[in-house]
């Protein structure tokens, strides 16, 4: 079993940066793949981004391409969202999710989640 929480979140203006923050406990960190995932008022769950177990490979959606970083360290077990030029359409409660090994960017691949962190982005 793996547990996740999520941290970070909060409100911030349009251009500002934030960092998300997920701690992962339980063993083996290293063989799984991690992945973000938020959800708007009144829309569904949608991928936003995920790093391979092995940390050579990471996937993005096209609305974060270029302003989003997910990135990991295996010795903190944690994985980090860097959210750069946030838009006000990035605001969502944004969740953390993994699976072990593979790779995926659909959420029914995810078994474990976190309990999501909110961020607001507003002037």
């Known amino acids: 079993q793996v547990q996740l929480v999520e941290s970070g979140g909060g409100l911030v203006q349009p251009g500002a940066s934030l960092r998300l923050s997920c701690a992962a406990s339980?063993?083996?960190?290293?063989?799984?793949?991690m992945a973000w995932f938020r959800q708007a008022p009144g829309k569904e769950r949608e991928f936003v981004a995920t790093?391979?177990?092995?940390?050579?490979?990471?996937d993005y959606a096209d609305s974060v391409k270029g302003r989003f970083t997910i990135s990991r360290d295996n010795a903190k077990n944690t994985v980090y969202l860097q959210m750069s030029t946030v838009k006000s359409e990035d605001t969502a409660v944004y969740y953390c999710?993994?699976?072990?090994?593979?790779?995926?960017?659909?959420?029914?691949?995810?078994?474990?989640w976190g309990q999501g962190t909110q961020v607001t982005v507003s002037s």
């Open positions: 339980g063993r083996s960190f290293g063989s799984y793949t």
């Open positions: 790093i391979k177990w092995s940390g050579d490979s990471t």
């Open positions: 999710a993994a699976r072990f090994l593979g790779v995926g960017t659909a959420e029914y691949q995810y078994p474990y």
